[in-house]
């Protein structure tokens, strides 16, 4: 059975918010990937997204919109459900606070998921609307 996920999208200009995990993490160590994690029971996907972006960046989301929904198996085989959204409005300054770092980077190849690439690739389309 897949657990579910949620993945924030920041796209700034043609850069993206991108986190590399660190090289301790018991899944999917040292890898450059968009920013999420876990829902929890009970828990809805906004509040999820809402949650997991104000522990892992220190922002508050205003505004999102759902992009893709992905199936990913991680390092550890665990089987996910990966709701991916776009933020289109937060407040602060996104900062690093549980990956080993955080950096817009504008090369798509850089990022080590595939499912990774081909949501940043559908985001940017439905920005370009």
């Known amino acids: 059975m ?15 918010l991108v986190e590399r ?11 450059v990937c968009l ?9 809805g996907l906004g509040e999820a997204l809402r949650r997991e972006m104000r522990e ?19 390092s550890n085989g665990e089987k996910q459900n990966a709701y991916s959204f776009l933020i289109t409005d937060f407040q ?3 900062i690093c606070k549980t990956a080993q ?3 817009w ?10 499912v990774d690439r081909k949501t940043i690739a559908k985001a940017r389309a439905l920005r370009a609307k």
């Open 101 to 103: 770092e955080i950096f």
């Open 35 to 43: 920013p999420g994690g876990h829902v929890r029971v009970g828990e």
């Open 21 to 31: 995990r660190s090289p301790d993490e018991d899944v999917d160590p040292s890898i």
């Open 56 to 74: 892992e960046l220190g922002i508050e989301l205003k505004a999102f919109q759902f992009v893709c929904k992905n199936f990913y198996v991680a």
């Open 105 to 114: 980077e504008a090369d798509i190849e850089r990022l080590s998921l595939d």
């Open 92 to 94: 602060g300054k996104p």
């Open 2 to 16: 897949a657990v579910d996920v949620v993945v924030g999208v920041f796209l700034n200009e043609e850069r993206f």
